[in-house]
């Protein structure tokens, strides 16, 4: 079994007086979390938002219905959480009302979830957010040296758990996963009119990773105007499928200062997306595929390890770049991405005299681990 970084804090957060949030894409394994870390515990009620008759017993609820619906029980786990009308307001009930409950609430949709839950769960709760299994996941399982020898797979077929556990039928479970349950929460979202175009919008996303992306030019690809598109982008973000970075700029007057790029929290989706799972070592576009990798993977790390930093990547209307910037306490450090180590770089100068102090490390498969563990 693959332990998961978020399971210890989790049982220790228990019986703490705050309602605990997990919000993640759905299939990433939150349910699994949630009863790996409740393991050696009783007391439980599971219920399940996307069932009908449990969201219908939330309707019109009161504290004490809400009691009569828990009984004896300490723990109520309540998944899918978003699938329930107003759910921020019934969650405050529940932790003003009933404090010897523990809450652990899960959602797969932080436009629904997250929107209707912050103001009246303001000072009441922990929320994380879980993702695909990273590489210091797998690292802490198998041991580096065995993750290091399967960088290549996890390139082309990222790291969903049900993808990871299914050797040998990656590409079915891909399919599986990107046909069906990653779409699920955006298309029942009332504002979705055309289901086609966010599979289009998804695609020609999966064709620019590492490349600054135009809304009105994704529009012109997908039939859609640019305002459309950033607002499916926002609901894509928000469902964990995709994230963006915005563009650093301070001192120099030619750094681009509007632009974002766009990457995927998954590998595997996103070759999933435009049907191309061929090997690592034949791609084209392995840069890409490295550079979203690692990308993403650096998000989760932030995410289990409390890392507070700024993050954008950087570049000028010559055309000079960085792949990605980190600030903590206002020292800033590039990094470039190279999947081979022998690559040359170009010289930095200009950012790194135009920011005193700041430093450009070259991340590839042969340093990785600093970056990532």
Request: with cysteine; hydrophobic share 40%; glycine share 6%.
């Amino acid at each position: 079994m693959i332990k998961r970084f978020l399971e210890a804090t989790l049982k220790n957060k228990l019986g703490k007086g705050k309602a605990i949030i997990i919000m993640g894409a759905r299939q990433v394994g939150k349910t699994t979390l949630i009863k790996n870390a409740l393991s050696d515990k009783k007391d439980i009620l599971w219920l399940n938002g996307d069932e009908t008759d449990v969201a219908k017993l939330f309707e019109n609820a009161s504290s004490s219905r809400l009691k009569t619906i828990f009984g004896n029980h300490r723990i109520v786990v309540l998944d899918e959480a978003q699938r329930i009308s107003d759910i921020g307001i019934k969650l405050k009930l529940i932790t003003d009302h009933i404090s010897d409950i523990q809450l652990i609430v899960s959602g797969s949709s932080s436009f629904d979830l997250a929107n209707k839950i912050n103001e009246p769960l303001t000072g009441r709760k922990w929320e994380y957010h879980l993702y695909p299994l990273s590489y210091g996941e797998m690292v802490a399982h198998h041991g580096l040296l065995e993750e290091k020898r399967l960088l290549p797979h996890r390139l082309v077929f990222g790291y969903y758990p049900d993808v990871v556990n299914n050797a040998g039928n990656e590409k079915e479970m891909l399919k599986h996963l990107s046909d069906s349950y990653l779409y699920k929460d955006i298309l029942m979202w009332e504002q979705i009119k055309k289901p086609d175009k966010i599979v289009k919008l998804l695609q020609a996303l999966a064709f620019q990773i590492g490349s600054q992306v135009s809304y009105n030019e994704l529009g012109q690809i997908c039939g859609l105007d640019g305002k459309t598109v950033e607002k499916y982008i926002m609901l894509l973000e928000q469902c964990y499928i995709i994230f963006r970075l915005g563009s650093f700029s301070r001192n120099l007057r030619n750094e681009l200062k509007n632009s974002r790029k766009i990457y995927f929290y998954d590998n595997g989706i996103r070759n999933a997306l435009i049907a191309d799972f061929s090997l690592a070592e034949l791609r084209q576009d392995i840069g890409s595929l490295w550079e979203n990798f690692i990308i993403s993977e650096r998000q989760k790390k932030a995410e289990y390890d409390g890392l507070w930093r700024n993050k954008w990547f950087w570049r000028t209307k010559e055309q000079k770049e960085i792949d990605y910037i980190e600030e903590k306490d206002g020292q800033i450090e590039g990094f470039e991405f190279k999947w081979n180590p022998n690559a040359s770089v170009k010289k930095m100068n200009r950012f790194l005299e135009a920011y005193p102090g700041s430093k450009i490390t070259v991340i590839h498969p042969d340093n990785m681990e600093e970056f990532l563990l």
